[in-house]
């Protein structure tokens, strides 16, 4: 397969990771470093890319949250969205590089987005944190660590 097809799998696998709904990008990114076909670099711009790409869609869903919460049909109670909101106002925008992190990522990008974090803010500590996790894959691969 061209290297072209293979970072476009591996970038829409990575956006659809970062949402709810995750696929594994790090078994993905395994198979892709093994068969030591593809440069790993641009594999891991690839995976980062989307992966924040998606960790935005969970962060904007947060920002515009608000809209339905006076909505009958609305699932989610107002305490716990402004219970949310302090925890990652006491917990400082350092909590912002969780993103990264399996299960919790989400729930921080969309809490970002509820306390209406600057998107650039959340991008960049997203990047930075989905880049260092998939580094650290890599290096584990590699047999780095």
């Known amino acids: 397969m061209a290297e072209i097809h293979v970072l476009i799998i591996l970038f829409l696998v990575s956006i659809?990771?970062?949402?709810?709904?995750?696929?594994?990008?790090?078994?993905?990114?395994?198979?892709?470093?093994?068969?030591?076909?593809?440069?790993?670099?641009?594999?891991?711009?690839?995976?980062?890319?989307?992966?924040?790409?998606?960790?935005?869609?969970?962060?904007?869903?947060?920002?515009?949250?608000?809209?339905?919460?006076?909505?009958?049909?609305?699932?989610?109670?107002?305490?716990?969205?402004?219970?949310?909101?302090?925890?990652l106002q006491r917990h400082g925008k350092s909590s912002l590089l969780l993103t990264g992190m399996p299960l919790i990522g989400d729930a921080v990008a969309i809490t970002a987005g509820i306390s209406c974090t600057s998107p650039l803010l959340f991008a960049g500590a997203a990047a930075l944190s989905r880049g260092l996790r998939y580094t650290a894959l890599w290096g584990l691969y590699e047999g780095l660590f």
């Open 16 to 87: 659809e990771s970062a949402t709810l709904i995750p696929p594994q990008t790090d078994v993905l990114l395994l198979v892709l470093f093994a068969t030591d076909q593809y440069r790993p670099w641009l594999l891991l711009c690839t995976a980062v890319a989307g992966s924040v790409l998606g960790g935005l869609g969970n962060y904007y869903m947060g920002r515009y949250i608000r809209i339905f919460e006076k909505k009958k049909w609305f699932p989610i109670k107002q305490e716990y969205l402004l219970r949310a909101e302090r925890i």
